[in-house]
């Protein structure tokens, strides 16, 4: 890795191919080009939930590392919002109705062992999601909004209420990515972890796709 370039910048170019595979996948262009059903939005929240229920509960136990609780704050917390949604969109037994698919259980799992044990993967976990919403996730909410005639009660997960310029929020980011005390091989790590999780999010859309699928037969 060249030293001239920040890591930051690094990661971004190595996560690009990566990132236009997540972006691209089917499930998600659907959603985006009009195609996507209510019901299949309301899958992917449901599934965010259980992604959020393990990223967040993670950030507690990281709370008191001093390389990963840098990147943890209360403005990012997306559970109240997701479960606010949750309701609204499924009704207030929500949670009977909810269960994780593999691709998603498999999410969860990684989440869970990496980031009880090793605060660049907890990193990577949180940057690949948090700084996605605060990108791409903004014009998706907007949407979303937009196509299902929601106000605010459905796409809370999209609405940072506490981050006024996430464009100066998400330049913060990269200094704090910048100044990380991590090694050649380290950031190599943290760059492995990030192409994973794109994995994830991308194999979560097939997921939901075949669910779909399977539910139409
Ligand atoms: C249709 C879906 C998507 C669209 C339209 C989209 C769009 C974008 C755009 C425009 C940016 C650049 C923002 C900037 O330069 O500040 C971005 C960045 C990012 N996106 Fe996405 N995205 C989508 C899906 C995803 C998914 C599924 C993930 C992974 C969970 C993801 C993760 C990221 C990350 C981590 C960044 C920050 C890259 C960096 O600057 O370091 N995106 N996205």
């Given at each position: 890795m060249s030293h001239l370039t920040p890591f930051s910048t690094a990661l971004r170019e190595r996560s690009t191919t990566a990132h236009s595979g997540s972006e691209s996948a089917g499930f998600m262009a659907d959603l985006i080009n009009g195609k996507g059903t209510r019901d299949d939005y309301v899958a992917l929240v449901v599934q965010h939930w259980f992604i959020y229920e393990a990223l967040e509960g993670a950030a507690d136990r990281m709370r008191r590392d001093p390389v990963a609780s840098v990147f943890?704050?209360?403005?990012?917390?997306?559970m109240p919002a997701l479960e606010a949604d949750l309701e609204f969109l499924?009704?207030?037994?929500?949670r009977e109705q909810v269960a994780p698919l593999p691709t998603t259980q498999r999410y969860v799992d990684r989440i869970n062992r990496v980031a009880a044990t090793w605060a660049g993967g907890f990193v990577a976990h949180h940057y690949t999601r948090y700084l996605g919403d605060l990108s791409g996730g903004l014009f998706i909410g907007r949407l979303m909004k937009r196509r299902f005639g929601f106000d605010t009660n459905g796409i809370g997960f999209y609405v940072f209420a506490d981050i006024a310029d996430p464009k100066e929020f998400k330049e913060v980011y990269r200094d704090q990515l910048d100044a990380a005390p991590w090694d050649d091989g380290e950031k190599d790590r943290v760059i492995e972890e990030v192409l994973l999780a794109y994995r994830f999010n991308t194999e979560l859309f097939e997921d939901l796709a075949r669910a779909k699928a399977e539910a139409a037969a």
């Open positions: 943890i704050t209360d403005k990012l917390t997306r499924i009704g207030a037994d929500w």
